[in-house]
């Protein structure tokens, strides 16, 4: 039973967690466009995480509990919640500190680190290639950010455009939640999945993931509670940090993002939507000139990767050798 408890309040709190981070950010962007229905912006991500699993598979989710390190054996669950707690802890230590990070890579790490630590076999290969396509990510997120905002300058205006690029956005921001839905999102199906699974069976190896449809009503639920109480001081970040005012550059910012997760996802492979947002943004605002660009955005998202990884990583490892001794 305290390890059922264990789970399930870690569970709960990395949802919520997830949600003040990535679900902010998410609605936070798609509200910043003129006229946008605001219950509509809110209500998408909701719908998209409960259904997206079920449409559209699980594929990341497995890449952290199966591509990272052998969690099948007796200890797994127990390294599992290792890496992830200490990826929070990471996270929550360095944002105190105003250090920028990342709550995927962090986890990323903490799995990672916590097999090593527990003896388990880690799959280096398979770390290498998740954290070569999650550093491509924003790169391709800024790429595209820069030729759409370019080409949205070219777009002659008509009489109908405002209706046009309202219609736009919303299915720019529809296919933005479902790319994270598919991608960064299913590290909360990851986590969740194993803790429904020590509830059914106890503490033991990681099993095949699988969220039962009432689990995902909780998660979609609770994401979204964590989502609307940090929107504000989120909104207020990107008020600050992301320099895009016209509606066309809001649509390219989204849609350069979408581009650069999906095609992560089709790799199967976690990225931090957030970080392709922002890559995104940059991108676009350096569409009109370097000038435009807050290179503070750039700078936070290099120092996450020199810092968080091999914070969580190392911490984690001595977790995973605690738990090895014990």
Not at 222 to 229: D, H, I, M, P, Q
């Amino acid at each position: 039973m305290g390890w059922t408890l264990a789970f399930a309040a870690v569970a709960i709190l990395f949802v919520l967690i997830s949600g003040a981070n990535d679900g902010a950010t998410l609605i936070g962007l798609g509200l910043r466009f003129p006229r946008s229905p605001g219950w509509l912006i809110a209500a998408l991500p909701l719908l998209v995480i409960f259904a997206a699993p079920y449409a559209l598979g699980v594929e990341v989710a497995r890449t952290f509990t199966e591509r990272l390190a052998n969690l099948g054996t007796g200890t797994g669950a127990a390294v599992f919640l290792a890496g992830v707690v200490t990826g929070v802890v990471v996270v929550a230590v360095l944002t105190g500190k105003g250090l920028p990070t990342s709550l995927t890579l962090a986890v990323i790490g903490g799995i990672a680190g916590a097999g090593l630590g527990a003896g388990l076999p880690v799959s280096w290969s398979g770390l290498v290639s998740v954290l070569l396509i999650g550093a491509a990510a924003p790169l391709v997120g800024l790429l595209l950010g820069l030729l759409l905002g370019a080409s949205s300058r070219r777009v002659p205006s008509f009489r109908g455009m405002p209706r046009v690029v309202l219609g736009a956005h919303v299915l720019a921001y529809t296919a933005q939640c479902v790319a994270y839905a598919v991608n960064d999102g299913q590290k909360m199906i990851a986590v969740v999945s194993v803790a429904v699974g020590v509830a059914r069976a106890g503490v033991g190896g990681v099993g095949p993931v699988e969220v039962p449809p009432v689990w995902m009503a909780l998660l979609a639920g609770l994401f979204l509670v964590g989502a609307l109480t940090s929107l504000t001081r989120v909104g207020e970040r990107l008020g600050r940090g992301l320099v895009i005012t016209r509606p066309l550059h809001i649509v390219s910012a989204e849609t350069a993002a979408t581009g650069a997760v999906l095609g992560s996802a089709a790799l199967g492979s976690p990225v931090s939507m957030t970080q392709s947002i922002t890559a995104g943004v940059v991108g676009v605002a350096a569409s009109e000139g370097v000038r435009r660009v807050r290179w503070q955005g750039v700078v936070n998202m290099g120092t996450a990767w020199l810092v968080t990884l091999p914070s969580s990583m190392a911490l984690a490892c001595l977790a995973g050798l605690a738990l090895r001794l014990v």
